[in-house]
DNA sequence: TCATTAAGCGTTG
DNA sequence: CAACGCTTAATGA
């Protein structure tokens, strides 16, 4: 079982639970690593476990008609998905892939249900992480399609700095190029030349392996 | 034809 | 050694 410190790190709702409902979520969560490369799950597998990203680097993608692969979403350290299929007792959505080595924190389902059911705290957390889902997927269809490759990465980026999903991340990310060119859906050519202009505008600011956000609101709606 | 990208490779930190 | 950025050849709209 992992320790109530770790806990609170990987999980920083885990902080607002009263004391039984800590170690009843506590004693439900496994770790679980993947290498770089792997299939995490795909779409139409069993969604048995709400899911926490302890470290690594995940892409959340779907498969179109002509079997070409769709970014929809990235996910960096900390956060935490699944609950959608896990509540509704259903088949996962999106195929999830490890984009760099990767270490999971898996929930069984008994244990989230139980949380739902039980825990005050717990709900608040799960409303404010579906709200702030919801408006972000909602600027993402509005605009989407008529956005051109920037755009895409700026919004990309953003999503990685959402306040809401990420409260503790600071305003750096370690992050290679290529690794937001995955999550973008961007090939390296186009995802360097966007960082470059991105870094010209003042929105970002970009070193070897890493981004540093300086304009958060900006990237959000870039390309409106 | 023109634009885009995957692949290869030299450079750099 | 891995990330970066450039060149090139293939692809396709």
Request: aromatic share 10%.
């Given at each position: 079982m992992i320790t109530a410190e770790h806990f609170r790190r990987i999980a920083y709702w885990s902080r607002?639970?009263?004391?039984?409902?800590?170690?009843?979520?506590?004693?439900?969560?496994?770790?679980?690593?993947?290498?770089?490369?792997?299939?995490i799950c795909h779409r139409g597998d069993e969604m048995e476990h709400w899911t926490g990203l302890v470290s690594g680097l995940v892409k959340v993608s779907t498969a179109s008609l002509s079997g070409k692969s769709v970014s929809l979403?990235?996910?960096?350290?900390?956060g935490?998905?699944?609950?959608g299929s896990v509540l509704k007792g259903?088949?996962?959505?999106?195929?999830?892939?490890?984009?760099?080595?990767?270490?999971?924190?898996?929930?069984?389902?008994?244990?989230?249900?139980?949380?739902?059911?039980?825990?005050v705290a717990f709900n608040r957390f799960l409303v404010w992480q579906l709200n702030a889902r919801l408006g972000q997927f909602i600027a993402l269809v509005e605009y989407d399609r008529s956005l051109e490759g920037k755009a895409r990465l700026a919004r990309t980026i953003a999503w990685l700095f959402h306040p809401t999903l990420y409260p503790d991340a600071g305003a750096k990310l370690d992050i290679t190029q290529e690794e937001i060119g995955l999550l973008s859906g961007l090939?390296?050519?186009?995802?360097?030349?966007?960082?470059?202009?991105?870094?010209?505008?003042?929105?970002?600011?970009?070193?070897?392996?890493?981004i540093t956000v300086r304009d958060l609101d900006a990237l959000r709606r870039y390309g409106e």
């Open positions: 607002d639970l009263e004391h039984g409902e800590f170690e009843r979520a506590r004693a439900g969560i496994i770790e679980k690593t993947y290498q770089r490369g792997a299939y979403a990235g996910m960096r350290a900390c935490w998905f699944g609950e259903e088949a996962r959505q999106y195929d999830l892939v490890a984009l760099r080595d990767t270490r999971l924190a898996l929930m069984n389902r008994a244990t989230f249900l139980w949380l739902f059911d039980n825990s090939s390296r050519q186009v995802t360097n030349k966007s960082v470059a202009e991105l870094q010209d505008e003042k929105l970002i600011e970009a070193d070897r392996e890493s």
